[in-house]
């Protein structure tokens, strides 16, 4: 299953015993790791990187903001997006925290099948006054464990992936003179310094961990991003439910849905898809809310979006009839696999 929120992650501490380090630094730090997972198909080839420079004194004072900046196969070559970021950072004065980020899609292998996950690992290093450099590293996929996070043992995705993880936090720990601390116990998994926890061991922390906590989770994501009303359809349902799939780019973003039976409606994200998902969702769920607003069952609320001209930046459905599934519970399985 895949997350919204960390499974867990793992911090390193640098201290700099010399001149200290320029914001250069956390940008190569972070291109490293990347290229680290890389090797492991744990990042793919390409992606985005954001750099940001505050002010230590006042973290309101942003001297620089560059995100979605194209992570090229040689991204501090002279010429490109994140060079010229990095050059405009090492040309301020003060004390500052610089900040890289890499969002980092790569592949869950399953019976031997690649399946890409746009969000697999995130990257972090952080510079604090040029003296203490922080690397931190976190995973959305409960992939490495022996158990998935609806408290399913899965020893054949375990014995893919988790090894692929402990070469890579090994390679990183290398590339930067240190074990790792890993982090805090998380609803889903427990971190060590080679992977996770074996939760078939002591038994998961809670029951249905993913269903628990990511469900509400995905639902208040999506949410913040539409004005709040009270003049919509029930989240959640009881009963089967009937649904239209969502793509782009021939790229699954979520599921449009409606109870056959109660006053439900809603949308999954597919949380695989990564922040699109989220963004496509937004808008179907202002499209259920005008259905709503008409006094449409939520059945003929579902034709009637899937009837609305097309707007291909928020996905097309894919059907010419609706699907349907035995529970809304099935739905969300569906939606937070790879």
Request: glycine share 8%.
């Amino acid at each position: 299953m895949i997350t919204s929120n960390p499974i867990g992650d793992w911090t390193w501490e640098i201290t700099s015993s010399t001149d200290g380090f320029r914001p250069r630094r956390a940008a190569e730090t972070a291109v490293a790791v990347w290229n680290i997972l890389a090797d492991h198909e744990l990042a793919s080839p390409v992606g985005k990187v954001g750099l940001s420079v505050r002010s230590v004194g006042n973290m309101r004072d942003v001297r620089l903001d560059a995100g979605g900046l194209n992570l090229e196969l040689e991204p501090l070559a002279p010429g490109t997006d994140l060079s010229r970021a990095v050059a405009e950072a090492d040309s301020l004065d003060g004390d500052h925290l610089v900040s890289a980020r890499i969002d980092c899609p790569g592949f869950w292998l399953e019976s031997g099948a690649r399946h890409r996950v746009e969000k697999l690992f995130a990257i972090g290093v952080d510079v604090w006054k040029s003296s203490l450099l922080v690397v931190t590293l976190e995973t959305y996929s409960d992939a490495w464990l022996t158990m998935d996070t609806r408290d399913r043992e899965q020893p054949q995705v375990h014995a893919e992936n988790a090894p692929r993880l402990s070469a890579a936090l090994e390679e990183i720990s290398a590339l930067l003179g240190s074990a790792p601390d890993p982090g805090d116990s998380s609803h889903y998994a427990v971190p060590t310094e080679t992977g996770f926890e074996d939760p078939s061991i002591e038994g998961p922390a809670y029951d249905d961990s993913w269903g628990t906590f990511e469900v509400p989770t995905r639902s208040g994501l999506l949410r913040s991003r539409i004005p709040s009303s009270e003049d919509e359809y029930e989240e959640t349902t009881e009963h089967p439910v009937r649904y239209f799939t969502i793509q782009r780019d021939e790229q699954t973003l979520g599921y449009v849905w409606a109870s056959v039976a109660d006053d439900a409606a809603g949308y999954e994200p597919r949380t695989a898809a990564g922040d699109a998902a989220f963004e496509a969702g937004a808008e179907w769920l202002l499209r259920l809310r005008a259905a709503h607003g008409q006094g449409l069952t939520p059945l003929s609320a579902l034709e009637w979006v899937a009837q609305r001209p097309p707007r291909p930046e928020i996905g097309l459905i894919a059907e010419d009839a609706p699907q349907e599934a035995p529970s809304l519970d099935s739905l969300e399985e569906l939606s937070g696999r790879y």
